[in-house]
């Protein structure tokens, strides 16, 4: 009878074109909108190079030490190329900033470099930064000369300005990147799809239960007066349900990984694990509002789509760093929050491999999935109908 | 009177529903908000960074990590772990491990190595040139004392003269002109509050629109319609105007949000702009909510449809990430949308420095399309109920 019930619910479900929609469709259409977005977001992140205008008037052209860096940091055919330079007049410069083509504005009053700017920025705060250089690099150079002075020896000002410029640029510092490999942040998004659809896959749970239940239609009042036990029938149903919500998370993984080349760490066996955790704490969740809720079935099915959108947003679903800001501001809610568990774990398998944090999040949806299944107990038991 | 009367039952009976996903939709707009989401504050001028001092505190090591912490916003993280979520978050651009005795090792000449970790942003690479700066002119201090005195090394090497002649020189700066008068970032709060709302308005109007009206679409009531003496277009128009009260209670909610949440911005002119540019584009997610439950009949569709469509705009038009990091063909796409045309509006009046009729002309344009969009709603919605009224 296990078996006959099992089969049946299965077909049932994956007949169910509403069912088939949220649970195999929804997250591929969503995944694909993530890859139109977010093809585009750490490219542009990145130090890109920086338009400016520079007043090609005479102070600048006699000023060997702004001409020549601009000159070389403008190389177009250089790897470390960091501005694209146009030499103009005053009154152009201006219309260019105006209008925005131009980031910001070089103007050599007399030996003191002024910058225009529009408004404040990364980029603007770079050319400043190359502007100070120069400036310090002089200043260096006054004090070196002034030095020399000082102990009575004649400066020989072309070699120490060739001395302090190549200590300058040299950059002889020893700085080791430390960095850890996967950077990629906007993974977190593809992470967040997946507990998405782990939560949505319990609409599955939810609709199987509900051909159970007597109070939600003549096919559950039929099914609670055959003479099987209650815990078989319901079983059998609920875990057809998980297999049918594991199949669209399989596609689901399929299809970020062969199509969106979604990375989720070299751990496969992790990777599926953290899935069925993941699977299972949506169906729980969906057995919890569907026992515990006493409403028609499309308004536990509201219930259901909206507490996963809002578990969604605050595991970064709709802006990256909310999950971030809602782990180090709130944790409680990101302790309880299921969509955080599963994005969590992925980011772990991603960023810090298999390690505590990982594990903290597997034990984290069982202990979730075992709470709401005691609370939906607590709603199932003791249901028995009088005759009337 | 009695269609209007119809529509408020349905909305009373759905009450619960409408309450639960428009307070869900407004405090996704305001958290989002409140959160100072990063992603969208790109432009910092001064990088978030991490030192990490294992060294004592003093003589050329303090003077290191004071001028980075002048130069940046600094940040305190415990754990090692907690810098590695940072950075990975974009929270902290950049995070520098100052080892034991580096102060020794500088004063000997040595160039002691130097940890850092980057997130790799625009931020990052600037603090990171920032550092390599410092240790440059540091590096030419120390080099230029040593060589003076080069029998007795460090002993004779004057730490505090070569930190101050480091703080010296780079106390000098050029001078920067801003030429805006706009406070930058309150606008983009603004303008990231606003292209937000898109999402939160659409999906909201979307939802409670099609959940009531859908109502209307059961066969039986379908045939009441049909054989009433009251004319297709006159009911369609009775139900538009009662959705429009459900509609402007939703504008005027995120509105009156986005006074506490924005603040002064919305007091000035670019605010009220903000303001109406919602309102036009709350019409538009009207008309669109009545196309939508015009042509489906189902209930349980209205989820799948609220979704597909406000998440799709939401994320093809730039309500949640910034319109400039969308790719070209992602944005020429997202035209097809009400929603790209209201963004672009936000984005221009978060640049407008001041408010005239001739300055203003992008918005009316903007809004021109809007109107024109919600128009052709309307137009095909009266298409699909005057095929409908057939019933079998």
Same mark, same amino acid.
């Given at each position: 009878?296990?078996?006959? /019930? ?8 994956? &007949? ?73 007049? $005053? ?55 002034? /030095? ?13 300005? $060739? ?217 199932? &038991? ?7 | ?20 996903? =428009? ?8 958290? %989002? ?11 910092? #001028? ?13 003589? !050329? =090591? ?60 625009? #931020? ?24 003076? +005195?080069?029998?007795?090394? +460090? ?9 101050? #002649? ?13 030429? =805006?008068?706009?406070?930058? +970032? ?22 409670? !629109? ?86 489906? +009949? ?46 672009? =509006? ?35 919605? %009266? ?10």
């Amino acid at each position: 009878m296990f078996g006959h /019930n099992f089969k049946y619910t299965f077909k049932v479900l994956m &007949r169910n074109r509403m069912l088939l929609f949220w649970t195999f469709v929804f997250p591929l259409v969503l995944g694909t909108m993530f890859k139109l977005a977010f093809s585009n977001i750490e490219n542009s992140e990145k130090l890109n190079v920086i338009p400016i205008a520079i007043v090609d008037n005479e102070d600048f052209q006699g000023n060997e030490a702004f001409r020549r860096t601009f000159e070389t940091l403008s190389d177009e055919s250089s790897d470390e190329q960091m501005f694209d330079t146009v030499y103009v007049s $005053k009154d152009e410069a201006d219309t260019l900033l105006s209008d925005g083509d131009v980031d910001g504005v070089l103007y050599m009053n007399g030996a003191e470099p002024e910058i225009w700017i529009h408004e404040n920025g990364i980029n603007q705060t770079v050319l400043q930064y190359v502007v100070d250089e120069i400036v310090h690099t002089s200043a260096i150079m006054e004090k070196r000369v002034q /030095n020399e002075l000082e102990q009575g020896a004649m400066p020989d000002i072309e070699g120490l300005y $060739k001395n302090v410029m190549e200590q300058v640029a040299g950059r002889k510092s020893n700085l080791v990147d430390a960095s850890r490999a996967n950077m990629s942040y906007t993974m977190i998004e593809y992470y967040t799809l997946i507990a998405m659809a782990c939560l949505y896959g319990g609409i599955l749970g939810m609709t199987a239960l509900s051909r159970n239940l007597p109070n939600m239609g003549n096919l559950g009042k039929r099914t609670a007066i055959v003479p099987i036990s209650k815990a078989k029938t319901m079983f059998s149903s609920l875990l057809a349900a998980y297999c049918t919500q594991l199949i669209g998370l399989a596609i689901l993984f399929v299809y970020t990984i062969f199509v969106m080349k979604v990375d989720y760490g070299e751990n496969l066996p992790y990777v599926i694990l953290l899935a069925l955790a993941g699977s299972l704490a949506g169906l729980t969740l969906a057995i919890m509002v569907t026992t515990v809720v006493k409403t028609g079935e499309n308004g536990k099915l509201g219930i259901l789509i909206g507490i996963t959108m809002a578990c969604c947003f605050l595991s970064g679903m709709m802006g990256i760093t909310m999950k971030y800001i809602i782990e180090k501001h709130v944790p409680f809610l990101d302790k309880i929050n299921p969509a955080s568990m599963i994005t969590d774990g992925y980011y772990a398998l991603y960023y810090y491999g298999v390690d505590k944090r990982f594990w903290m999040d597997v034990a984290s949806l069982g202990i979730f999935s075992a709470f709401m299944l005691l609370v939906s107990a607590q709603g199932l &038991r003791r249901q028995k109908y009088d005759s009337i | 009177m009695t269609v209007f009367k119809a529509f408020l039952h349905v909305l009373n009976k759905c009450n619960g529903m409408v309450i639960l996903y =428009t307070a869900l939709l407004l405090l996704f707009g305001g958290i %989002n908000a409140k959160s100072g989401d990063t992603t969208s504050q790109f432009t910092a #001028d001064k990088p978030e960074i991490v030192i990490v001092n294992q060294d004592e505190n003093v003589g !050329i =090591t303090k003077n290191f990590t004071d001028y980075i912490a002048a130069h940046s916003k600094r940040k305190e993280l415990k754990s090692e772990e907690d810098i590695d979520d940072a950075i990975f978050y974009r929270q902290v651009a950049f995070v520098i491990y100052i080892p034991q005795g580096y102060r020794q090792a500088v004063l000997n000449g040595e160039t002691p190595e130097l940890r850092y970790k980057s997130c790799q942003s625009a #931020d990052a690479s600037f603090a990171q040139m920032m550092v390599e700066s410092y240790l440059a002119i540091q590096q030419n201090y120390v080099d230029a004392a040593l060589q003076a +005195n080069p029998d007795e090394k +460090n002993i004779s090497l004057n730490e505090e003269e070569v930190c101050k #002649d480091i703080t010296q020189t780079l106390e000098q700066t050029s001078t920067v002109h801003v030429t =805006t008068t706009l406070d930058t +970032n309150s606008m983009s709060k603004a303008a990231g509050y606003y292209n937000f709302a898109s999402y939160s308005l659409l999906a909201g109007a979307i939802f409670v !629109i099609c959940l009531v009206l859908t109502s209307f679409q059961e066969l039986p009531i379908r045939k009441r319609i049909t054989i009433s003496s009251m004319n297709y277009k006159k009911h369609n128009a009775i139900l538009l105007a009662s959705n429009l009260l459900f509609a402007i209670a939703l504008w005027l909610f995120y509105g009156l949000i986005s006074f506490v949440i924005v603040g002064k911005v919305m007091f000035r002119a670019q605010g009220a702009m903000y303001l109406a540019n919602s309102f036009v584009f709350t019409l538009c997610a009207l008309t669109m909510a009545f196309l939508i439950s015009s042509i489906f +009949n189902n209930k349980e569709a209205v989820n799948g449809i609220v979704n597909v469509v406000a998440l799709g705009s939401a994320f093809l038009c730039g309500a949640f990430i910034p319109v400039e990091w969308l790719p070209d063909g992602v944005l020429a796409v997202g035209r097809i949308f009400p929603a790209y045309w209201y963004i672009q =509006t936000n984005e221009y009046l978060k640049t407008l420095e001041t408010v005239s009729v001739s300055g203003l002309k992008p918005v009316f344009i903007n809004m021109l399309v809007m109107a024109l969009y919600g128009v052709f709603y309307i137009i095909v919605a %009266n298409i699909v109920s005057a095929k409908k009224r057939v019933v079998a």
